[in-house]
Every structure is written in C-alpha cells, then in structure tokens.
C-alpha cells in the first residue's frame, strides 16, 4: 500500500494539480490560493471530524513550540503562490526545474543547519546541481528566480516541519486555519469568481481536494516505505511536469536548459545511487 499511496501522490503532483490550475486560467494566482486555503479547510475539518468519530483520529495537542507552524504556513503559501502564478503563465518548465533541484537543496540544508555528514556522491550530487544552476545563470544571463525560489522555499518548509514534530494532518490544518482569515479577507476584497459560473466554483471547491489529499497520501507512503525509496519516487512529480510543459502545453526547450536538466539528472542519478547502496548495520553496544 505504500508504494501506491506513494504513486498516487507524485502523480497527483505532476499530472492532476497542474493540469486543475491551467483549467483556472481566468483566476488570479491569489484568488486560486485563498480558495485553496478556504476549501482544504473546509475539507480538514469534515476529515477530523470523520476521524474523530471513528476513534483513529490523531489528538488535537498543539503546544507553544507549535506557534513556529504560522512561519511554516506563510512559506508554504509563499510556494503555492509562485507555483500557480509559473503554471498559469507558461513557466511549467522552470516549476519543475525547481523541484528537481529540491531534493538537493533538502540535502544541503541537512548538512549546514542539522550538521548531518554529506558522504561522497551526496557531496558530488549537490555540486553537480550547483554546477547546473551556475550553467543556467551563464546561459540565461540572469537567475532561474522561479526554480530557485520554488526550490528553497519549500526545502525550507520541510526542514521547519522536521524540526517541529506534529501529527501531518494536524499539522497540515494548524497551517491552513492560520492562514484562512488572510484568504477570507482577500476574497471579501476582491471576490473570485465574480459571477455565477458553477464549472468555475466546483473547480474552485476542488482545490481544496487536490491540495490535501495528494498530502496525506504523501504522510501515509512516508510512514510505510524506506526514506530512499521516497527519495527516488519523489522525481516522478517535476518528470511528469516537464513532460506536460513540452509536449502538451509546447514549452519551449533550449538546448542551454536540456545542458542544465542534464547536469540535475546527473546530480539525481549520483544521489540515488548513494541512496540504494546497502549501509552497514549499527554494533550493538
């Protein structure tokens, strides 16, 4: 069940969300992320108080180190915003540059702020990467801003929601409730949509679906599947993103930029490599 719990979510990720957020083509990223914000908490609430009635439901017991979670929240928007606004504006590719350079970012972080120890291929991996993004400012004379900023952003997000341990679907509504006033504000300002399209308000109420659910598969594959098996899986997202910008949305893919996916590709294949290679077992003291 991991596996398929795992395979739901990449592909929910890289096929399903983008393909929703182009059909909202006419709504403003914000308008697109207040209701996303509006709906998956509309959506967490019914899935608590299912829970909740069933008796499996995780406690709700947040304490005073949990504040740290509004920080979380407004990165994870800041992320949401910037990805829908590079999806609806034909920026698909450099989305999925950044969540192919994600992993990596994740591995540097773990090196300079948990003092984690890079062995060898991981150190190669992230400097083939960096090598990669230096390649793309040459080619391009300016910083892949989308991809790097998507990149860290959310690698920051996910080193915030390890150092602060918390059940992921409580974890996922303290996040959204904290920001919900800010999007119910936003919508009471400038509603969206304006006008009594019911196609455009049930893709809208979706969002709310495709938001929270492709998560909690995500938490249920992460709790049954080894760490670098999720590692692997984790790049069937930006593939399939990079497969919708060229061949159905007909991205443009300049050789400057199949030089940088290239170098990323090398950099994945190093680290996977490190991934799938046997550790020896720990002594018993």
């Known amino acids: 069940m991991g596996l398929i719990y795992a395979l739901g979510a990449f592909l929910s990720w890289g096929l399903v969300v983008p393909v929703h957020f182009r059909l909202l083509d006419g709504v403003p990223a914000w308008g697109i ?15 608590l108080t299912g829970l909740h009635l069933t008796r499996r ?3 709700v017991s947040l304490q005073r180190r949990h504040a740290v979670l509004l920080l979380s929240a407004l990165i994870i928007a800041g992320n949401w915003s910037l990805y829908l606004w590079a999806v609806q504006n034909g920026r698909m590719l450099d989305a999925s540059l950044g969540y192919f350079i994600n992993p990596l970012v994740n591995v540097a972080l ?10 060898p291929l ?3 991996a992230v400097a083939l ?4 993004v230096i390649a793309a400012v040459v080619a391009a004379g300016t910083l892949p801003w989308i991809a790097l900023s998507l990149a860290v952003s959310f690698a920051v997000y996910g080193l915030i929601r390890k150092l602060v341990p918390i059940d ?29 399209d019911g ?11 495709t938001t929270a659910v492709p998560l909690m598969w995500f938490a249920a594959a992460a709790s049954r599947l080894k760490l670098s098996t999720i590692g692997l899986l984790q790049y069937i997202a930006p593939s399939c993103l990079l497969g919708l910008s060229v061949l159905v949305y007909g991205e443009a893919l300049p050789a400057s930029r199949m030089l940088v996916f290239g170098l990323i ?14 550790r020896p077992a720990a002594q018993a003291p």
């Open 110 to 119: 773990g090196a300079l702020v948990l003092r984690e120890t890079l062995r």
């Open 33 to 47: 992320l207040a209701h996303r914000i509006v709906w998956s908490s509309v959506f967490i609430v019914l899935l």
């Open 168 to 196: 992921p679907i409580l974890g996922l509504g303290a996040e959204t409730f904290a920001l919900l006033p800010l999007a119910l504000v936003y919508l009471a300002v400038a509603p969206t949509p304006p006008g009594q």
């Open 265 to 278: 590709w090398a950099a994945l294949a190093l680290y996977a490599v490190d991934a799938a290679r046997p």
């Open 129 to 132: 990467a960096a090598i990669g």
């Open 199 to 209: 196609r455009l308000w049930l893709l809208l109420m979706l969002t709310g679906v």
């Open 122 to 124: 991981q150190l190669a």
């Open 57 to 59: 439901g995780p406690r």
